[in-house]
């Protein structure tokens, strides 16, 4: 199964969007696999935006990144790399259609809500960067039922 890293950046913590963010992609049939807030490292935030590190704005992308709080999510399901990017919008809000993340919340290309993985293999790089394995659920399970969390088991309703 495809997985992404999604992260709500500060500004989105700030404003209160994580539960509105979660809903959009639970709605859209993902399975969430681990989450969790925390603070990037500057040793985190360099590693996670290296391709960018000659490009004139790094170091304020660092210093945004990491300024506060972040909920960083782990989800998993079909096409999920091109298909959350689709949900995400243009990087620039300005390109960003309505009803899109950014397009719907996001005013500046420097505070744009919501970070997601451009290929399969940077969510590979990205989820090892702030995930241990033990942190994530492994297989597959049924969206809308509920599963223990100890046997990966879905709980009979
Ligand atoms: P991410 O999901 O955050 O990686 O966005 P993206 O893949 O749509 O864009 P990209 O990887 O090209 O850029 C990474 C991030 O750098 C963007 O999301 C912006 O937050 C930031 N960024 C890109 N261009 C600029 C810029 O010109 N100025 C500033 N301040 N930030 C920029
Ligand atoms: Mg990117």
């Known amino acids: 199964m495809e997985k992404t890293y999604l992260m709500v950046k500060p500004d989105g913590v700030q404003r209160h969007l994580i539960g509105k963010l979660v809903q ?35 170091g304020e992308l660092v210093a945004f990144i990491t300024s506060g709080p972040v909920f960083g999510m782990v989800w998993q399901g079909d096409n999920i790399v091109a298909l959350s990017r689709a949900m995400m919008g243009k990087t620039n809000p300005l390109d960003a259609a309505p009803g899109t993340i950014r397009g719907d919340y996001a005013l500046n290309t420097g505070n744009n809500i919501i970070h997601g993985s451009d290929s399969p293999q940077s969510a590979d790089r990205e989820i090892s960067n702030f995930f241990r394995p033990e942190e994530l659920m492994t297989g597959d399970y049924p969206v809308g039922l509920p599963l223990n969390t100890v046997t990966d088991k879905v709980i009979p309703v």
Do not use: N, S, V
């Not at 590190?53 to 790094?58: G, L, N, S």
């Open 24 to 58: 959009r992609f639970e709605e859209k049939g993902f399975q969430l696999i681990g989450a969790k807030m925390f603070r990037l490292t500057r040793e985190q935030a360099e590693y996670h935006y290296e391709e960018h590190k000659d490009k004139p704005f790094f």
